[in-house]
């Protein structure tokens, strides 16, 4: 199987360390859930694991393979990114889709039957067939979500990194996005996701890893972190939770007298 993971790895923007000596694994069979305060590095993590974004000190490696070795279209092969958001070219949403078709595909590109019938079903699994024809630039933020989606299931590959993919989302979708990706999870596939939503993040993933100015405050499962109550510390809010229907249900709260000033 194959195994994406950084070491001691440390990445800058514009001069100034945004990544501090991170040590994480994506691990096949499992949903990570990346959670930590605006600015924290969860994005940029995601980006430098993808192989988007250079790093300064340390190493990434898949399946053993620094990123620094392998092609842009190597990586694409192995690990599928979805971003939060993006500029929206005047194609369809089934051109768009097509894209995540390219790195398996040898210039000059010719579209197979394989290709059409996965692009299909990205769309169907990203709740997304009835765009197929709708332009990307008519679309809401939701709707452009199911694109970006579909686009990194089409690349059929064996890691799924996702930024905000529950962003734009009403809640009904966020929850089948999550369902999905658990169930990509369940398939043997690594999957990580950049969660804002906490209670969500602890319903969902199989191990959390929480970042705070760069650096990796932990990393475990919900109830190992749950039981730190390392998050109160980090976001200021108290997780709690209550058995329902046989599992763990989380929710955030916040005191009476910090509430007043919210």
């Known amino acids: 199987m194959i195994m994406l993971e950084l070491r001691n790895l440390s990445a800058q923007y514009g001069g100034k360390e945004v990544l501090k000596n991170v040590s994480l694994s994506f691990r096949p069979g499992e949903l990570l859930a990346l959670i930590g305060p605006n600015g924290s590095g969860k994005s940029t993590l995601l980006r430098t694991a993808a192989g988007l974004h250079p790093y300064k000190d340390g190493d990434a490696a898949l399946d053993g393979v620094p990123l620094r070795n392998l092609s842009r279209k190597e990586v694409a092969r192995k690990v599928a990114w979805m971003p939060q958001s993006r500029n929206a070219p005047d194609m369809t949403v089934w051109r768009m889709v097509l894209h995540g078709r390219f790195p398996h595909m040898e210039y000059p590109r010719h579209i197979r039957r394989e290709d059409r019938k996965i692009v299909a079903q990205a769309l169907e699994d990203a709740d997304g067939a009835e765009l197929s024809e709708r332009l990307l630039r008519e679309l809401s933020g939701g709707e452009r ?13 064996d890691t799924i990194l996702m930024d905000e ?79 329902n229907r046989s599992v763990w249900r989380y929710y955030c709260s916040v005191d009476r007298e910090e509430s007043a000033l919210l």
């Open 165 to 243: 993919p529950t962003a734009y989302l009403d809640i009904a979708h966020q929850f089948r996005v999550l369902s999905l990706a658990k169930r990509l999870a369940a398939d043997g596939k690594a999957v990580a996701a950049v969660l804002h939503d906490l209670p969500m993040a602890f319903q969902f993933a199989d191990r959390i890893a929480l970042l705070r100015n760069g650096q990796l405050i932990r990393a475990g499962t919900p109830e190992e972190l749950f039981a730190q109550q390392i998050v109160s510390e980090v976001f200021g809010v108290t997780l709690q939770r209550v058995w």
């Open 145 to 157: 979500q199911k694109a970006y989606l579909a686009t990194a299931l089409a690349q059929q590959c």
